[in-house]
C-alpha cells in the first residue's frame, strides 16, 4: 500500500535565503518531518485562487493539516478587530476555507493546528476570543517572541483526542486568540483555565482541531491519527 499523501497549508511572507529576499511560500520543516516520520508523504499546499482549485487538490489528498500562522481575519466571524488582532492574510482565509470546504464534502481526514483550529471553528460559523489573556489574566498559551508556552491539558474521555494522547499531556502553545464557539463539534481538550484546546467532530471521520503544535513534540500522536486514518481513506477511495 502506498503511502498516504498530506497537504500542507502554508504561510505566504517575505522571506531570505542565499542570495535572495522576496515573497516565498513556506512551512516549518517541523511540520513536513512530523508527517513523514508517521509514514505519510507531505505536499505543501501555497494559496491559490482560482476557482475550483481546492476540489481539485482534495481529490489527489488522502488527508489536510490546516497549519498555524497568523489570526484570522475578524469579517469572517462577524467582529471588529480587538487592538491585539493583527496580520490576517485574506487569501490564506480563503484557500483554507475553500479546502475546509472541499475536505468536508469528500469525507478527508483533516487535523487543524492552532491557527487551524480557529479558521475550522470559524467555518462552522463560530468565533474567536480575540485576545485569550483578557479571558484568563496570564499569557502562559503565547509568551511571546519565537518561545512556546507549555500548558497543561486534561483531555476529554472517549474523544478521539484522548485515544491519541491519553487523558493528560503538557503541550507546546503559541496563541494569543482562542475559540469561544464551535457549532457542530464538541470540545475534546481544555487547559486549566478552560481554554478549549481541541475540539473534534462527532462520528466516524478523522476532523480534528488542537490550539497546540504537536508537530513540535517527540510525541506526534495526533498527526499518527491523522496518517492512519488517511491510509484508510485511501484504501476506500480507492474501492469505489
Excluded: K, N
Excluded at 491559490?48 to 482534495?58: F, N, P
Excluded at 494569543?176 to 466516524?204: F, I, N, Y
Aim: hydrophobic fraction near 45%; glycine fraction near 12%; proline fraction near 7%.
Amino acid at each position: 500500500m502506498s503511502a498516504p499523501v498530506i497537504g500542507l497549508s502554508t504561510y505566504r511572507e517575505q522571506a531570505r535565503w542565499g542570495v535572495w529576499d522576496q515573497r516565498a511560500d513556506l512551512l516549518p520543516t517541523q511540520y513536513a518531518e512530523a508527517v513523514e516520520a508517521t509514514g505519510g508523504v507531505p505536499v505543501l499546499l501555497p494559496a491559490v485562487a482560482q476557482v475550483g482549485a481546492a476540489d481539485a487538490v482534495v481529490r489527489r489528498l488522502d488527508g489536510l493539516v490546516i497549519a498555524g500562522g497568523a489570526d484570522v481575519d475578524p469579517a469572517r466571524y462577524d467582529a471588529e478587530p480587538h487592538p491585539r488582532t493583527a496580520g490576517w492574510r485574506p487569501d490564506r482565509d480563503a484557500w483554507e476555507l475553500a479546502l475546509l470546504d472541499a475536505a468536508a464534502a469528500a469525507g478527508l481526514p483533516v487535523l487543524g493546528v492552532c491557527r487551524g483550529m480557529q479558521l475550522m471553528a470559524v467555518h462552522a460559523g463560530g468565533s474567536l476570543d480575540q485576545h485569550t489573556p483578557d479571558l484568563v489574566g496570564h499569557e502562559e498559551h503565547s509568551p511571546g517572541g519565537d518561545v512556546f508556552g507549555r500548558v497543561p491539558v486534561r483531555t476529554v474521555p472517549g474523544t478521539f483526542v484522548a485515544g491519541l494522547v491519553g487523558e493528560t499531556l503538557e503541550v507546546g502553545c503559541h496563541h494569543h486568540q482562542s475559540v469561544a464557539t464551535h457549532p457542530g463539534w464538541v470540545a475534546a481538550a481544555r487547559a486549566e483555565d478552560g481554554t478549549l484546546e481541541a475540539m473534534e467532530v462527532p462520528g466516524d471521520r478523522f476532523c480534528v482541531a488542537v490550539q497546540w503544535h504537536p508537530e513540535t513534540a517527540a510525541d506526534v500522536g495526533l498527526l499518527a491519527g491523522l496518517v492512519r486514518a488517511a491510509a484508510s481513506y485511501a484504501v476506500e477511495r480507492s474501492a469505489r
